[in-house]
């Protein structure tokens, strides 16, 4: 059974920075994407940023490219999201998520077939 745990949401000042971790269980991983979201309420998921677990290729959103570095510890099974320059328009729950059927990256938030349970980044101006 996949499993995904995301940690790290907090409240921080505009500027400030944050790690998101997600550490999975379940998967054995070839290929995958594994993939940050985040969503606030009445708007769709959008794309954060993914990474290819077998050659540690990274994506970005325009939104968050510069500021926002996506990495995995194989060895540990975890993907995190160091953000940093935060700003109030970054504020959204954050949710990690892991493509098992693909081999190619992907935005869409609908590709993606495992899902955390979000963490909560707040950004106080």
């Known amino acids: 059974q996949v499993q995904l745990a995301e940690s790290g949401g907090d409240l921080v000042h505009t500027g400030g920075s944050l790690r998101l971790s997600c550490v999975a269980s379940g998967l054995t991983f070839s290929g995958h994407a594994m993939g940050w979201f985040r969503q606030v309420p009445d708007k769709e998921r959008e794309f954060v940023a993914a990474?290819?677990?077998?050659?540690?290729?990274?994506y970005y959103a325009d939104s968050v490219r510069g500021r926002f570095t996506i990495s995995r510890d194989i060895n540990k099974a975890t993907v995190y999201l160091q953000m940093n320059s935060l700003k109030p328009e970054d504020e959204a729950d954050y949710y990690c998520?892991?493509?098992?059927?693909?081999?190619?990256?992907?935005?869409?938030?609908?590709?993606?077939?495992?899902w955390g349970q979000g963490t909560r980044v707040v950004v106080s101006s």
């Open positions: 998520a892991v493509d098992t059927r693909g081999k190619y990256f992907k935005a869409q938030w609908y590709e993606y077939d495992y």
């Open positions: 990474i290819m677990w077998n050659d540690d290729s990274t």
